[in-house]
């Protein structure tokens, strides 16, 4: 019976160890939630923005993020706001920013490792790596890929010095193919 306890206790460690399958949405956020049902998820916690706050892709207008959660990460303020769809309303994605701008391109990159240490402690190793410097600014990226959720840190630097980490559905390439 020992000899089958030791095996059996490292076995167990390993699992809580290993990083997670799937991650079905941020935190208590599914996709597809309406604004109601972030709201019985969140409560008070969420704020209504003082001003639109709208994401567009080719010029056209295709989601809106009317509120926000406040939350600290790594001792550094950020915003988590909630993209809805705006034609079905439903929650298509997270976008979490930093509260405000950092004032040094290297305040930002250190915000950045920060959170790239945290993820990949929870997550594992991103499967994706990016960087790209230029005389007026550069960005980094690293992207972790679940069957359900995209995870994609950024640190944009120059004009603008932030880290992003969107939460996203992941898209399912044979589908884009219809």
Do not use: H
């Not at 390993?14 to 949405?25: C, F, K, R, S, T």
């Not at 303020?77 to 439903?90: H, I, Q, S, Y």
């Not at 701008?101 to 997550?123: C, M, N, R, T």
Request: neutral net charge; charged residues 30%.
């Amino acid at each position: 019976m020992k000899n089958l306890l030791l095996p059996l206790c490292l076995l167990l460690v390993v699992a809580q160890l290993a990083p997670p399958a799937d991650v079905p949405g941020w935190q208590d956020a599914r996709w597809g939630m309406t604004l109601g049902e972030l709201q019985k998820v969140y409560g008070a916690s969420l704020v209504k923005r003082e001003r639109d706050y709208a994401v567009r892709g080719d010029e056209e207008k295709y989601a809106y993020a009317d509120y926000y959660l406040p939350l600290e990460i790594t001792g550094e303020k950020f915003r988590a706001g909630f993209l809805m769809d705006v034609n079905t309303d439903k929650l298509i994605g997270v976008r979490v920013q930093t509260a405000e701008d950092k004032k040094y391109p290297s305040e930002a990159e250190g915000v950045f490792e920060d959170i790239e240490k945290a993820l990949g402690q929870k997550y594992g190793p991103a499967g994706f790596a990016d960087e790209e410097r230029s005389r007026s600014g550069g960005s980094k990226v690293r992207r972790w890929t679940f069957p359900t959720t995209t995870i994609e840190l950024k640190a944009i630097t120059g004009y603008f010095n932030l880290v992003v980490i969107n939460y996203t559905p992941t898209r399912n390439k044979d589908a884009d193919k219809l």
